[in-house]
């Protein structure tokens, strides 16, 4: 999309004038669902290694079937029994093609020992919930499976098909991947027009909404292992050439090294209408970088560690591994570097730069994932207007922002798939304290029940019949 297209149909978007104000939060017997299906998601461990995501589908199953959906109507399935898929629809008239709401159940790894709660416990402090998964990505499948409960209840007829897919393995990817093995073995469970998933979040700043974002686009991932390896020896016999010093040389160097900063047309877009919402010096700084300043460029990534990620490519080591003695020299040593990549960057170019940074001919470089880059989903103007429909009704002044997610969803596999694909939630996140995958994960608990309103309103708005003109 140009950027001269995507800014007018933005700028059209934001416009629109809400036609009633929606509800900040669900009434209270709705709310206890929620909260009811979200401490069961987030007390089932399952970790990529360690868990299962077929306990959270067994769950679902269970809240769907009281609730009055058919066997017909829900299919359970995937590459393994531990790691099972859920897809559930719901019927309207068939107006038009379906839309599917995807959620997916596996979480990132969480030791007992690294938190100050037990991680796979929904807990309740301080007006937050804790818990690994509670923003990423259990939140949104919880809301998902509650709203299509309340939707059945209340007779509720769209005009399309509402499908929600709980999935498996986001987070770890290779065969197991829920979406992907989906697509391959059972294309018709989720074929729809469009589909709304994880990647876009609500941004405040000291408890402040600011902009609720709309992912259009992501970065993807590229893995690769710095291997040294050496014919070692006794310890008490050092040597210069040691395995671990060349790696501890080569990640330092790495460390230092930055990829240059740029934007593209949903970056870009997304600069100029944070300006919107700054002033002084920020806000001139958030012009400049979308009209492509690279020392606003450098202002604005010091201030921020998201829109640092936002502007450039990066790569960060995650994983350490060296020696099998402590008596010994090193015969190994070998790190593992995650990569997350903006769309214009070629994968060579990723590794190019990497071996120039690394400066060491012991230190062998591999890639060791790729999970290729998608294309960008259009910015559909019903999809955009409803989404900033709902957030100006239920947080007047907040603005609605296109993005490209730093991170990377499983909305990649089903954008390259031929299905367009936006991230959105309505859950707000301090913009410096994203804690998705770290210590001590946590959702503000008003955030919870406001996302949960956000989805129930959003989805009805886009699957509701559309008016006799």
Not at 290 to 308: D, I, K, L, P
Not at 312 to 338: D, S
Request: with cysteine; glycine share 8%; hydrophobic share 40%.
């Amino acid at each position: 999309m140009k950027r001269s297209v995507l800014v007018a149909s933005l700028s059209s978007a934001l416009i629109a004038i809400a036609p009633a104000m929606a509800q900040v939060t669900r009434p209270a017997a709705e709310q206890a669902l929620a909260r009811a299906i979200y401490q069961e998601f987030i007390g089932i461990n399952s970790g990529f290694t360690t868990g299962a995501t077929t306990p959270v589908v067994q769950a679902a199953v269970a809240r769907l079937k009281a609730a009055g959906f058919s066997d017909g109507d829900i299919h359970v399935d995937g590459a393994n029994p531990k790691k099972m898929n859920l897809v559930v629809r719901y019927h309207g008239s068939g107006g038009r093609k379906p839309i599917l709401l995807v959620a997916h159940t596996d979480v990132v790894e969480a030791k007992r020992e690294d938190w100050s709660m037990d991680p796979f416990q929904l807990n309740e402090k301080d007006g937050y919930f804790y818990g690994r998964g509670v923003g990423d990505d259990k939140a949104q499948a919880a809301a998902w499976i509650a709203n299509l409960i309340q939707y059945k209840a209340e007779g509720f007829t769209p005009d399309r098909d509402i499908i929600v897919a709980l999935t498996a393995d986001e987070e770890g990817g290779g065969p197991f991947n829920g979406v992907d093995w989906l697509l391959k073995n059972h294309r018709d469970w989720i074929d729809a027009e469009y589909a709304l998933n994880e990647g876009g979040w609500g941004e405040s700043v000291n408890g402040k909404r600011i902009a609720n974002d709309l992912q259009v686009s992501e970065k993807y991932v590229l893995g690769f292992r710095l291997e040294v390896r050496n014919k070692g020896g006794h310890s008490s016999l050092p040597v210069a050439d040691n395995a671990i010093y060349h790696l501890a040389g080569a990640l330092d160097r790495l460390s230092r090294f930055a990829f240059p900063m740029k934007t593209n047309e949903v970056t870009a877009a997304y600069f100029k209408q944070m300006a919107k919402t700054e002033t002084g010096e920020v806000k001139a700084d958030l012009e400049k970088v979308a009209a492509g300043s690279q020392e606003a460029m450098q202002r604005v990534a010091r201030s921020s560690t998201s829109w640092n990620a936002t502007l450039r490519t990066t790569c960060v080591a995650t994983m350490l591994e060296g020696g099998h003695a402590m008596n010994a020299l090193p015969q190994l040593a070998a790190a593992t570097i995650n990569c997350r990549v903006l769309p214009e960057d070629a994968p060579e170019y990723v590794q190019e730069a990497v071996r120039k940074a690394v400066a060491d001919t012991a230190v062998a470089i591999s890639r060791a994932n790729d999970l290729g880059r998608g294309p960008a989903s259009p910015l559909r103007p019903d999809v955009m207007n409803a989404v900033t429909e709902v957030t100006s009704a239920m947080w007047p002044g907040v603005v609605t922002v296109p993005i490209m997610v730093m991170g990377a969803t499983d909305g990649r596999s089903l954008r390259s798939a031929g299905i367009p694909t936006y991230g959105v939630q309505g859950f707000f996140f301090d913009r410096d304290d994203i804690r998705f995958h770290g210590r001590d994960e946590r959702i503000r608990v008003q955030s919870f029940y406001e996302g949960q309103a956000f989805l129930y309103e959003l989805v009805k708005r886009l699957a509701r019949p559309k008016p006799i003109s």
